[in-house]
């Protein structure tokens, strides 16, 4: 835009000076000395400058003009106009990319890597909130004539527990999140370049992502939605195979879980 200015002003001030060379050579020496009297308020350094102009102005004109040449000088190409904007038919596709991203093969892959990574983490948090919830039930069960100081030095352990299980909940959870996102880094624009071949392949003109929570997309009518569709097609072009299916974990008994509990995968944002 600056660029269009300064030479739109650029423009504006060629004509403007053009304007001026062309009444100095319609101004006759009369003309002139009839101005000079009607502004005598003008000084004498004014008055030789606009008669040297004049004098340069009346010799320019009185010179013969150069002969145009036989043949026209090349013009320079103009660059071609850009096509008018025109009407299509729209074709709409609708994805949702981050959940294709981790149900890529590969994506899954990675989430199983991290979550074998911080399962002694885990563990380890589920046995203080075990030992947190032990606590507890053991005040909720201590006799009524239980002495003052022993109630206090009880509530004191269970909130430095309780402390200490939130202060490692939410730290495991940030460092379980932090790589979630940079394995998402790592795969998110390959799914991306997968997913733009894909709609273009197949003739769509729209592309809408659908992974936001916050979509103003309320209804998906039949063979719109291709998050399914390029999800094979990635796992296809990167020939990484499935992930083989972790074991199930016995399962652990029923008990009450305290405030906060475990971390749990979050699916990170793009």
Not at 193 to 202: E, G, P, Q, R, T
Request: contains cysteine.
């Amino acid at each position: 835009m600056k660029a269009l200015e300064s030479g739109l002003f650029s423009w504006r001030n060629y004509r403007n000076n053009i304007g001026v060379v062309q009444q100095i050579h319609r101004l006759s020496c009369n003309d002139l000395l009839k101005e000079y009297y009607n502004r005598m308020n003008r000084t004498l350094v004014l008055v030789s400058a606009l008669g040297a102009g004049l004098m340069t102005a009346a010799g320019m004109a009185q010179t013969p003009a150069a002969p145009a040449p036989t043949t026209p000088a090349p013009q320079p190409s103009a660059e071609a106009a850009p096509a008018p904007p025109q009407a299509i038919p729209a074709k709409i596709a609708l994805v949702a990319f981050e959940q294709a991203v981790l149900a890529t093969n590969e994506g899954q892959r990675a989430v199983q890597d991290i979550q074998l990574k911080y399962k002694p983490k885990k563990d380890q948090i589920d046995a203080l909130s075990t030992e947190v919830d032990t606590l507890k039930k053991q005040l909720q069960s201590a006799p009524a004539g239980l002495p003052d100081t022993e109630r206090a030095a009880r509530l004191k352990a269970i909130d430095t527990k309780e402390k200490q299980l939130n202060r490692e909940a939410e730290d495991a959870q940030t460092a379980y999140n932090a790589e979630l996102q940079e394995a998402y880094g790592k795969i998110a624009p390959k799914v991306s370049a997968a997913l733009k071949k894909y709609v273009s392949d197949n003739g769509f003109t729209i592309l809408l992502d659908v992974s936001s929570q916050q979509s103003n997309v309320m209804w998906i009518g039949p063979n719109i939605d291709v998050t399914q569709a390029v999800v094979m097609a990635y796992n296809t072009s990167s020939g990484i195979a499935a992930p083989v299916p972790s074991a199930p974990s016995a399962p652990a008994a029923a008990r009450p879980r305290p405030a906060t509990t475990t971390p749990k995968p979050a699916a990170p944002k793009q």
